[in-house]
C-alpha cells in the first residue's frame, strides 16, 4: 500500500513538476525617464539564462524603441539596451501604448516605470494574458501601491515553491498556538532576508538558491510524515524553528522579484515594504483556505484513511526531492 | 395549446442547435495550466454558481451528503473533460440549455432544501459534473497541458465545494436556513431569465 502510495504521489509530482516548475521567474523592466527639457531615457532590462535570452520586444507606440538603441549589453544574467530619445512635444509619452512583444508565451511580468522632469510619473505591470499597457500619465497620481502590493500577492500565490514549504509546515503544527509562532517565525525571517537581499547586503546565486529552497521543502515532507504518524522530532516539538532557518532562503527567493528591477534606493525601500505587504497578503490568504478546508472536512465528518491522509505528505516530497536533483544538476553543471 | 407551444419550442431549439457546435474558451493566464485551469472555474460564472448552490444544498442536508457529492462532483466534471478530449462535440444550444437547467433545478432544491434520497443527490451533482466538465473543454485537443488545466478546474471544483459547503453545514438558526433558501429562490429565478434568453437568441445566448 504504502508503495502504491508513494507511486501515486511521484505520479502527481511528475504530472504538476512539468508545469509549476519551480518559482525562478524574474521580471523584466521598462523605465522611461525624463532626464532634461525633451530629452528622454528608455532603459529595458530581461532575464536571460546563460547566454539565451526569452524572445521579448518592448514597443512604444510613439516608436521610440524601434530606434536603435545607443547602449546593448548583458550583465548578472540581464539584456540590458539603452534609447536615448529626444522629442520637441509636450508630453510625448501621454496616452502612448507600451506592448511586450511575446511576452504572452512566457510566465513573466513586465514593470513599467515612468518619471518625468516635474517628479510625476506611473509605475505599472504589464502580464502576459495582457501584454500591453496604456500611459496615463495626465491622470496625476502614479499607481506604485497597487503595482508593488499586487507584485508581491503574486509572486507568492503563482509559486509553487513557497505554498508547499507553508503547507508542509501547517501538516507539522499540530494548535493554534503552534501555528502562530510558526508562521510569525516564517514571516520574520523572510522578511529579514527579503530586505537585505533586494538591498544588496546578502546575495546568493539563483541556481544554489533554488537548490536550497527545494532541498528546503524535501525536508518538510518526511517531518510532516513524522508528524501524522504522532511521531516526535526536533522539527515536531519546534516547528517554528525550522520555519525562521528555511524562511530565511525562501525571503532570497522572494527578492528575486524585486531585486533585479533595478530600482533606485530611494523608490526600492517603499517598493519593498508594499512587495513585503502583498507577500504577507497572499500567504495569510493561503493560509487561511488551507485552514478552511481542514474545518469543512471536520464538519463533513471525513476521516481519511491514514494513506490517503500521507498523499499530500508524499506530494511535497516528490516535488521537493524532484526539483532538488533538477537545481542540483544545475548548480554543479550537469545540464 | 400548451402541447402546440412545446413543439414550437422543440423545433426552435433542434434548428438552432444545427449549426453551432460548442467550443471551449480556455483562459491563458501565462501563468501555467494549472493555474488556466483554476482561473477558468473561477471566472466562469456559469461554472462557479451551479457548484456553489449545489454545495450549500449538500450542507443544508447534512455531512453524509456532503461528503457523498464532494466525491462524486469533481469526479465527474474530470470525466466530462475527458469526454471533451475525445473529441465529442455537443451542440452550443445544448450547453446554454443545459446551464439554465442546472440554475433552476440546482435553485429549486436550494429553495425547497428537498429531502432528496442520496442516489438522486449524486446523479444530480453527477449531471452537472459531467455537463460543465464537457462544456469547459468541449473542442480542445487532448494534450498533457491541457489534462492539468482539467485537473486544476478539477481541484477548484473540489475546493470550492467542500468550503460552501462548511458555510451551511453548522447552520442551526431558523434564519438564517431561511435566508440560504432564499438565495436558492433567487438562483432558480435567474435560470428561469437565462432559459428566456436561450429562448430568445438560442445559441448566441452565451
Known sequence: MRRLLLALAMFCGLAVAGAAAAHEVRPAYLEIDQTGPGVYQAIWKQPTMGDVAIHLVPHLSNGWLEETPVDQYAADGFLIRRWVIRSAKASPLDGQTVSIEGLADTITDVFVRVRLQDQTGLDTIVRPEAPQARLALSKGAPTTVPAFLLLGIEHILTGPDHLLFVLGLLLIVRDRWSLLKTVSAFTLAHSLTLAAATLGHIQLSTPVLNALIALSILFVAPEAIRAQRGEESLTTRYPWVVAFAFGLLHGMGFANGLSTLGLDKGALLAALVLFNIGVEIGQLAFIAVVLALRRAFRLMAIEWARPMALIPSYAIGALGAMWTIQYAAIVFGAT | ?206
Open chain 2, 1 to 206: 395549446m400548451a402541447g402546440g407551444a412545446l413543439r414550437i419550442a422543440a423545433v426552435a431549439i433542434g434548428l438552432a442547435a444545427l449549426p453551432a457546435i460548442a467550443h471551449a474558451h480556455l483562459v491563458v493566464t501565462g501563468m501555467g495550466p494549472i493555474y488556466d485551469g483554476i482561473d477558468h472555474f473561477g471566472l466562469s460564472p456559469e461554472d462557479s454558481i451551479p457548484v456553489v448552490a449545489l454545495a450549500l444544498f449538500a450542507g443544508l442536508r447534512g455531512p453524509a451528503t456532503a461528503r457523498l457529492l464532494l466525491a462524486a462532483l469533481p469526479l465527474a466534471w474530470l470525466a466530462g473533460g475527458m469526454i471533451a478530449f475525445s473529441g465529442a462535440a455537443a451542440p452550443a444550444i445544448g450547453l446554454s440549455v443545459a446551464t439554465a437547467v442546472a440554475f433552476v433545478v440546482l435553485g429549486g432544491l436550494l429553495a425547497a432544501n428537498a429531502p432528496l434520497p442520496p442516489v438522486v443527490s449524486v446523479a444530480a451533482a453527477a449531471a452537472l459534473g459531467l455537463v460543465r466538465g464537457f462544456a469547459d473543454l468541449s473542442g480542445t485537443p487532448f494534450s498533457g497541458g491541457h489534462l492539468l488545466t482539467l485537473a486544476g478546474m478539477g481541484a477548484s471544483v473540489f475546493v470550492v465545494f467542500a468550503l460552501a459547503a462548511s458555510l451551511t453545514l453548522p447552520l442551526k438558526r431558523f434564519w438564517m436556513i431561511v435566508a440560504v433558501r432564499v438565495g436558492g429562490s433567487w438562483l432558480a429565478a435567474l435560470g428561469l431569465l437565462l432559459a428566456g434568453w436561450v429562448w430568445r437568441y438560442g445559441a448566441r445566448a452565451f
